[in-house]
């Protein structure tokens, strides 16, 4: 039964270039346990993912409320499902273009209702505005540069597919309008950057470490993080991690520079 556990868990997983630690070690194997026991009922991923929605944004409604340890746990137990969503299309085999447009959307909205929360609670609606556009230019970064490492290897880069029916038709223009830009600015801020550069400069500009980094931002422990500071009683400060986590990203992104000029420059010393 271990080694059957363990092989679901296997086909289940999505492949990524960088591991997030607490994901991987938490958040997934819980998961898992919700996938194996809807899996056997046919419930379709996508009622995972509204119900994912739905415990994120009672959370939002709780912390607003003053509810703080009650808001903490929904927000976790949104981070469950929101891994199970997923993990259940995979191995059920039925992962569509509109989940996966449904399911970032809705992350985009329960994102929006707990910082709404936050605001409300604490009245600090500006702190509450720059939080949420700090998290949501960490969790893009981290997106697309792990999508742009994965592409600069020819693996699939991770770009949504083409809408077919009615509905995803309208995810995906909601899509376009949320998310395409945030991913096209930084699409064309590489290609500028490394116009000129050798294939090997490419290479070390999308480099694994700071793929990895950035994984560990990613929206399983960036909720994480949240809850805990929402069941301190301290939900600000989990404003001031994410916009600190801005300045990490400006730090990789400098070293990222560095080794393409490292690259370029060894050619020229050999001459």
């Known amino acids: 039964m271990p080694s059957e556990l363990s092989s679901a868990l296997a086909r289940s997983r999505k492949p990524r270039a960088g591991t997030e630690f607490l994901c991987e070690r938490v958040f997934r194997p819980l998961a898992h346990l919700v996938v194996l026991a809807l899996a056997p009922l046919r419930v379709p991923p996508t009622v995972v993912v509204a119900a994912s929605g739905a415990a994120g944004v009672a ?47 809705v992350d985009m909205l329960v994102d929006a209702a707990l910082f709404a929360g936050l605001g409300y609670y604490t009245g600090q609606w500006l702190a509450a505005l720059v939080g949420f556009a700090a998290l949501t230019t960490v969790l893009s970064v981290n997106y697309n540069v792990e999508r742009l490492h994965r592409a600069s290897r020819g693996a699939d880069g991770g770009a949504m597919p083409e ?8 995810l995906r223009h909601v899509y ?58 301290q939900p600000i400060a989990f404003v001031w991690l994410v916009v600190a986590e801005l300045g990490l990203v400006a730090v990789l992104a400098l070293r990222r520079e560095l080794l393409v000029r490292d690259v370029v420059r060894l050619p020229e010393e050999a001459l």
């Open 59 to 105: 959370g939002a409604i709780e912390l607003a409320r003053g509810h703080l340890v009650v808001a903490a746990l929904l927000v976790q137990l949104k981070t469950i499902l929101d891994n199970a969503d997923g993990q259940l299309a995979r191995l059920t085999g039925r992962m569509t273009a509109f989940g996966r447009y449904l399911d970032s959307e």
């Open 163 to 170: 809408a077919e029916s009615r509905p995803t038709a309208l």
């Open 176 to 233: 376009g309008l949320v998310y395409a830009p945030q991913d096209r600015m930084v699409e064309r801020f590489v290609e500028r950057r490394l116009r000129d550069a050798p294939p090997e400069a490419r290479l070390a500009y999308h480099d694994r470490a700071t793929v990895s980094l950035l994984a560990n931002m990613g929206m399983s422990t960036q909720l994480a993080a949240f809850g805990i500071c929402v069941a301190l009683g």
